[in-house]
């Protein structure tokens, strides 16, 4: 006679400790599961709704200026520091996780439209309409004095007066070359007291300038004349041009893959260019109702915020049509400019209401120290939402959002407005020789014309 005995180890199913978790077996056959998937997506119905439930994106309000916040840099080197500038030509440097004012550069006259920090961090460049370009040695001075007090930087170490108003600056990812933008575009170095080259091509003011991440040499401008521009400094003269319907207020380059770059656009949208191929955007980007003021990229390069003329900043991934997140509050007025801060976890917006806004860049992640576990669980539900995403109930949930009157209204304008557009189009067509009206991608509608 055979007997079967079922022998077990106590080791194997008890704890060393106590404060250790409880080993527990789990039989993987999906088989035994028969309501796995419904199981799962229960959970990512609750995480989704929970989501929202504790989404509190809005961290705090910096006050200190007297005027519309203009232009906004961050220090590569610090990642709590950040720099402002305003409209009545006051320049200030913010301790974001104090979220007060450490101290001003005095000295513009006017509204400082420009800012911009070397790549070692220990040099501050800021422009104005007053003509002048100011170079501020060891700006971080203050963040490391243990003395509270608020006081003013040392004079600057260098003021440069040029012949134009300046509207934007950018300095070298690698190098001691910074660009000022105006009536024309200027390459200066830190140790000259003029331009070491100049740039034309058009009679219109040029607004914003950024230098390329990858490509030390090349930079990329926006102007007036509804124009963005790619510069080469090892050539004579300018590279490319692209000439669009309306006008970019700022362009940025996508840091991961910098080959590509957005511009955010007058016409309410963004549009994403790759700068080998610029007779069509890459991707449009939409959603705002208004002009979009100032564009910056995570430093991962998946996702960009937006400021925007109606009073909202909005979060884009960088391969999206519509965007992942809208911010807005009842007293934040017109959005000039926005940054993401060096980690990527929060950004910051400047605005005509004369206030710094700090925001999460995820509207509900927590705050402070994660356990490991909660970590893993917060992990799983998002790879349950994903998984589930195309499910009408928590892509409704996932998608929907709270806006102010206004801006839900004018977007319904828009909508009726775009779909009477394309009413009439078709229209158009069918009642047309066949072939005689030809229909033009979204990518390719704003785009005028490339000049070589």
């Known amino acids: 006679m055979r007997v079967k005995v079922i022998s077990r180890s106590t080791d194997d199913f008890t704890r060393e400790r106590s404060q250790d978790l409880q080993k527990v077996f789990r039989n993987y056959d999906p088989a035994l599961r028969s309501q796995e998937k419904a199981v799962e997506y229960t959970r990512a119905l609750n995480a989704a709704k929970l989501e929202k439930i504790f989404a509190k994106p809005f961290v705090g309000a910096m006050d200190g200026h007297i005027d519309a916040v203009s232009c906004m840099a961050k220090n590569s080197n610090y990642l709590k520091a950040m720099f402002s500038g305003s409209m009545d030509g006051d320049i200030r440097l ?8 450490i101290c001003q550069f005095p000295g513009h006259k006017d509204a400082v439209r420009g800012l911009a920090t070397s790549t070692d961090g220990d040099l501050l460049i800021s422009c104005g309409v007053d003509s002048t370009v100011r170079l501020w040695k060891d700006p971080m001075r203050k963040m490391m004095d243990t003395n509270d007090a608020i006081g003013d930087a040392s004079q600057p170490s260098a003021v440069y007066t040029w012949k134009h108003a300046f509207w934007g600056v950018d300095h070298q990812w690698d190098g001691t070359i910074f660009a000022t933008v105006g009536a024309q575009v200027d390459i ?28 030390p040499d090349v930079l990329i401008t926006s102007a007036n004349d509804r ?34 770059f957005t511009a955010a656009n007058e016409d309410t949208n963004c549009y994403s260019f790759d700068a080998r191929k610029l007779n069509e955007a890459k991707i449009v980007h939409k959603g705002h109702v208004s002009a979009v003021m100032d564009i910056d990229y995570s430093p991962t ?152």
């Open 94 to 101: 913010w301790d974001i996780a104090a979220r007060k004012t």
């Open 188 to 215: 200066w170095d830190h140790n000259r007291s003029e331009p070491i080259n100049s740039f034309t091509w058009g009679n219109d003011t040029v607004n914003s300038v950024r230098f390329n991440p990858g490509e």
């Open 227 to 260: 124009s963005l521009t790619l510069y080469d400094l090892r050539m004579s003269s300018p590279a490319r041009k692209l000439i669009m319907k309306t006008r970019c207020n700022s362009v940025c380059w996508n840091p991961r893959e910098p080959m590509n």
């Open 301 to 452: 390069g998946r996702e960009f915020v937006t400021g925007s003329y109606d009073r909202t900043v909005r979060i884009f991934n960088y391969n999206g049509d519509q965007s992942r997140e809208i911010y807005h509050t009842k007293r934040m007025q017109r959005v000039f400019c926005v940054k993401y801060t060096y980690d990527g976890t929060y950004l910051v917006s400047g605005s005509d209401d004369t206030n710094l806004r700090l925001w999460k860049s995820k509207a509900s992640e927590q705050l402070g120290v994660i356990l490991p576990r909660e970590r893993k669980k917060q992990e799983y539900l998002d790879a349950v939402k994903e998984r589930y995403k195309h499910l009408p109930e928590i892509k409704r949930i996932v998608r929907h959002r709270h806006l102010p009157k206004p801006i839900y209204k004018a977007g319904n304008i828009r909508r009726t407005m775009i779909e009477a557009e394309k009413r009439k189009e078709d229209r158009r067509r069918a009642h047309s020789a066949p072939g005689s009206r030809t229909s033009q991608p979204f990518r390719k509608r704003r785009l005028i014309k490339e000049v070589e």
